[in-house]
């Protein structure tokens, strides 16, 4: 029986570049892929059928791949109980069940299950902060530069939480809270349930996939449709 018809894809990033797409599956395999190459050839349904194998697969282990985030020199993988950067000095991170990675001034924020955004240090492997105040597993971690310094949030959605708290990446202190639950125009019927979020200086979407680029929220949903707006 091939795992390829029953695995699901739990992540996925861009290289800095944009010129590949690193996909990270239920069985703790992450797949690369040319993105150029696969656009150019989407005209040739034959091509295609070929160029759509990845151009690098490798296994982190046998759990899930939830997170995975990129930089100019590195892809680090979020699986069940640890982090990982898969190369040749391959380190691991010891951590609960990691949902969300962000790379941010050479530091990695991770949003796991035990309920604190971890802040640890590229150079060193140390954590440097836990931002310490949700009270369920968090889903999402994101980090926005502002003038003069950075700020985090991070959205909890299981049912002791479902809140959005943004910290002062400064002091590693929270300094706002949303609970988009509590307010009737903005539950949607999906009680505290936030899968993903994504934040401007202006704006804040949240679904189940949401994110800003060149001037668009471009959303996904259970309705297998992706969708995009300008705001």
């Not at 997170?67 to 010891?94: F, K, M, Y």
């Not at 990675?101 to 640890?120: A, F, K, M, P, T």
């Not at 002091?171 to 125009?185: A, M, Y």
Request: aromatic letters at 8%; a negative charge.
């Amino acid at each position: 029986m091939k795992k390829e018809l029953y695995t699901t894809v739990f992540c996925q990033a861009f290289s800095a570049c944009g010129g590949y797409l690193a996909a990270g599956d239920g069985f703790g395999n992450i797949a690369c892929y040319d993105v150029k190459k696969i656009v150019e050839l989407s005209a040739n349904e034959e091509s295609l059928r070929e160029f759509r194998r990845p151009e690098l697969r490798f296994s982190t282990g046998e759990a899930p791949v939830y997170a995975l985030v990129c930089d100019e020199s590195h892809l680090i993988a979020g699986t069940s109980g640890l982090i990982q950067r898969p190369a040749a000095d391959s380190e691991s991170l010891s951590q609960p069940e990691v949902n969300s990675l962000e790379l941010h001034d050479n530091r990695l924020y991770v949003g796991s299950g035990n309920h604190d955004v971890q802040v640890i240090d590229l150079e060193t492997r140390i954590k440097v902060a836990s931002l310490r105040g949700h009270s369920d597993y968090i889903h999402v971690v994101r980090v926005r530069q502002l003038i003069t310094h950075s700020r985090a949030i991070s959205a909890s959605a299981r049912p002791e939480d479902g809140s959005v708290r943004f910290w002062d990446t400064r002091q590693n202190k929270e300094v706002s809270k949303v609970e988009p639950h509590t307010h009737s125009d903005l539950e949607r019927g999906m009680g505290k349930w936030i899968g993903a979020l994504d934040v401007t200086d202006d704006w804040m979407p949240w679904l189940h996939e949401a994110r800003f680029h060149d001037g668009l929220v471009l959303a996904g949903g259970d309705r297998g449709r992706t969708c995009t707006s300008s705001h």
